[in-house]
Every structure is written in structure tokens, then in C-alpha cells.
């Protein structure tokens, strides 16, 4: 498929365990977004990642979220220690370029979190 | 702090009526997106604004750009069925970053 893939679709945790979710960007796409969507809000930015450059953390929440880019291709975000208040949707978005008004970032469907 | 505003959060129409959905900020924003949104989907563009006071249709859609860049609305005409869905409108701060509105859910009766 050419578009954002994510994995997986669901996962329910127990809180307290570690969870990994990751995300295929399209090829060729430079920039990759994670984002996270809880029930009846926006999204929030969580990390940003373009080509080599070292990628903006602002969004993360705490110290117990963290993502990698390997290759300038898949993404893996990890949670550890999971809390019952990082259940949501966490997207995964890719683009061309860097910028918002001009590039058109692609979202994968998200992997829904549960954590119990 | 909700730097977006987005009203209603929720309509119910029936197909054919019209309807205007809006975005608002007291904060300047150098472009503009709305989005769609289906159940187990992420986010599609549908158009991005740049221009204050910036006016773009897409076929039954009317999209507007404030003149001072801090609000916009999304207006639809003769609404569908298929039109259902949520509408996520977001705003540019950086030239990566969006502020994200917390969506209006449409729904489309037949």
C-alpha cells in the first residue's frame, strides 16, 4: 500500500507494562509526526522527526514516552510504565517537507491504547 | 489551554440543509487546515487557507479565512449523507507545528 501504515490497530495493556507502537511512513516522506487523540479533543503533537536533524520532543508528555526514527524510514514509539491517562488514539503522520502550509501530512489510522 | 476553538462541537441535520461550522483563536495563525475525520481513520486535508480573508470552495464546501488570520469558518451546502464525519480544523504555528481544534461531529440524516 502507499499509504501510512501503523501497528496495531488495538492494544490493551495492563497499567504499568511497556507498550511499543510503531508506524511506516510513505516512502520518500522526510517528515514524520506522532500525535495523540483523546476522546472528544484534538490532536496533540508529540514528536517531530525530519530527515537527520534531531527531532523536537516538546510535545512528549513525560520522560516515560519516547520515539525513534531507525534508517529515516519506520518509527517506533514506546511507553513505558503505562497510567491509565495515555489511553487514546496515537497517530502517525509523514510529509514531504517540513512545512505545515505547504505539505500535506498523510495519516496513518492510529492505534487505539487501552490501559486498564 | 484549547488555543482553537471550534463550534458546535456536535450537529444533527437533516440532508439537504445547510450548515456553517466555525473555528476561532485569539491567536494569529500564518495558515490555516481543515480535516475530516472518519471512525479508524486519521485526519484528511481538505484545504488550507493562507490569506486573510482568503475564500476556497470545494464542491458543496465554502471555506474562509479570517482578515486578521485568527479565525475561519467551513460552510456546506445542501449537506449529504456522506458529508458525515469529523471536522478538525487546525492551525499553524511553526512551519511543522499545528494547534488542533477538538473537532465538530457531524452527522447527515437521510
Known amino acids: 500500500g502507499a499509504g501510512v501504515s501503523q501497528s496495531p490497530s488495538n492494544k490493551v495493556t495492563e497499567k504499568g507494562k511497556d507498550v511499543e507502537l510503531r508506524c511506516d511512513p510513505i516512502s520518500g516522506h522526510t517528515a514524520l509526526y506522532w500525535y495523540r487523540q483523546s476522546l472528544g479533543q484534538g490532536l496533540e503533537f508529540l514528536i517531530y522527526?525530519?530527515?537527520?536533524?534531531?527531532?523536537?520532543k516538546s510535545g512528549l508528555p513525560s520522560d516515560r514516552f519516547s520515539a525513534e526514527r531507525t534508517g529515516g524510514s519506520v518509527s517506533t514509539l514506546t511507553i513505558q510504565r503505562t497510567q491509565q491517562e495515555d489511553s487514546a488514539v496515537y497517530l502517525c503522520?509523514?510529509?514531504?517537507?517540513?512545512?505545515?502550509?505547504?505539505?500535506?501530512?498523510?495519516f496513518g489510522p492510529g492505534t487505539r491504547l487501552t490501559v486498564l | 489551554t484549547q488555543l482553537l476553538e471550534q463550534s458546535p462541537q456536535f450537529l444533527s441535520i437533516q440532508e439537504g440543509e445547510n450548515l456553517t461550522v466555525y473555528c476561532n483563536s485569539s491567536s494569529v495563525f500564518s495558515s490555516l487546515q481543515w480535516y475530516r475525520q472518519e471512525p479508524g481513520e486519521g485526519p484528511v486535508l481538505l484545504v488550507t487557507v493562507v490569506t486573510g480573508g482568503e475564500v476556497k470552495k470545494l464542491k458543496r464546501l465554502t471555506f474562509q479565512f479570517g482578515d486578521a488570520r485568527k479565525d475561519s469558518s467551513l460552510h456546506i451546502t445542501a449537506a449529504q449523507p456522506g458529508d458525515t464525519g469529523l471536522y478538525l480544523c487546525?492551525?499553524?504555528?511553526?512551519?511543522?507545528?499545528?494547534?488542533w481544534g477538538a473537532g465538530t461531529k457531524l452527522i447527515i440524516k437521510p
Open positions: 503522520a509523514s510529509s514531504l517537507g517540513r512545512t505545515a502550509s505547504t505539505d500535506t501530512q498523510y
Open positions: 487546525a492551525g499553524e504555528r511553526s512551519n511543522y507545528q499545528l494547534i
Open positions: 522527526f525530519q530527515g537527520n536533524s534531531a527531532p523536537d
